[in-house]
T-cell receptor, first 119, second 113 residues
Framework: GAVVSQHPSWVICKSGTSVKIECRSL??????MFWYRQFPKQSLMLMAT?????????EQGVEKDKFLINHASLTLSTLTVTSAHPEDSSFYIC???????????????FGSGTRLTVV | GNSVTQMEGPVTLSEEAFLTINCTYT??????LFWYVQYPGEGLQLLLK?????DKGSNKGFEATYRKETTSFHLEKGSVQVSDSAVYFC????????????FGQGTTLQVKP
């Protein structure tokens, strides 16, 4: 089935440094990738939508300069948390329309998530 | 705006017990409704879905019926197993193309042998 591989699964970094999270669609082409953030005991919140070959679309309130998204190919999207601070500590999850087609039929394929801790 | 509300967890059941996880939504028009499951250490997986009123989604013994009159999409299973222990998310999508899923806060299910 459709698989999205997300790395790293967890990362600890120092304040002020940048962290890159990668999501790869392994057996299908993902022209679109969605990036979510989840705080403990809270819902997943959509941060941005990346589209291959064009600029990402950010949700209201999400800082574009802090959360840099790149969708360089049909199988790779990256999220870079720049100048990370402790309040950026969270669980980040990517997803793509299942099998690259209508998500209403096939659902969305999610990565396993990245636990970011900024110290 | 659009929103999804789930019952708070954790829900702790004994094996073979009946499960209900409540989910209600607020949305204009006719959203698509989903249940996703997240097993420990894994990504979210689509469990079942319904795209129009009165549709019943089902998978792995789980069922949920799209009730427009009560704006609900409650998840049920007649006999849970230890392997069903996971976090369950109810979600809605207003458009099949934007990919903007709106999630509930998730409900943790713990099934004890």
């Amino acid at each position: 089935g459709a698989v999205v591989s997300q790395h790293p699964s967890w990362v600890i970094c120092k304040s002020g440094t940048s962290v890159k999270i990668e999501c790869r669609s392994l057996d299908f082409q993902a022209t679109t990738m969605f990036w979510y953030r989840q705080f403990p005991k809270q819902s997943l919140m959509l941060m941005a939508t990346s589209n291959e070959g064009s600029k990402a679309t950010y949700e209201q309130g999400v800082e574009k300069d802090k959360f840099l998204i790149n969708h360089a190919s049909l199988t790779l999207s990256t999220l870079t948390v720049t100048s990370a601070h402790p309040e950026d500590s969270s669980f980040y999850i990517c997803s793509a329309p299942g099998r690259g087609r209508s998500p209403d039929v096939y659902g969305y394929t999610f990565g396993s998530g990245t636990r970011l801790t900024v110290v | 705006g659009n929103s999804v509300t789930q019952m708070e967890g954790p829900v702790t059941l004994s094996e073979e017990a009946f499960l209900t996880i409540n989910c209600t939504y607020t949305a204009t028009g006719y959203p698509s409704l989903f249940w996703y499951v997240q097993y420990p250490g894994e990504g979210l997986q689509l469990l079942l879905k319904a795209t129009k009123a009165d549709d019943k989604g089902s998978n792995k013994g789980f069922e949920a019926t799209y009730r427009k009159e009560t704006t609900s999409f409650h998840l049920e299973k007649g006999s849970v197993q230890v392997s069903d222990s996971a976090v369950y998310f109810c979600a809605l999508s207003r458009s099949s193309n934007t990919g903007k899923l709106i999630f509930g806060q998730g409900t943790t299910l713990q099934v004890k042998p």
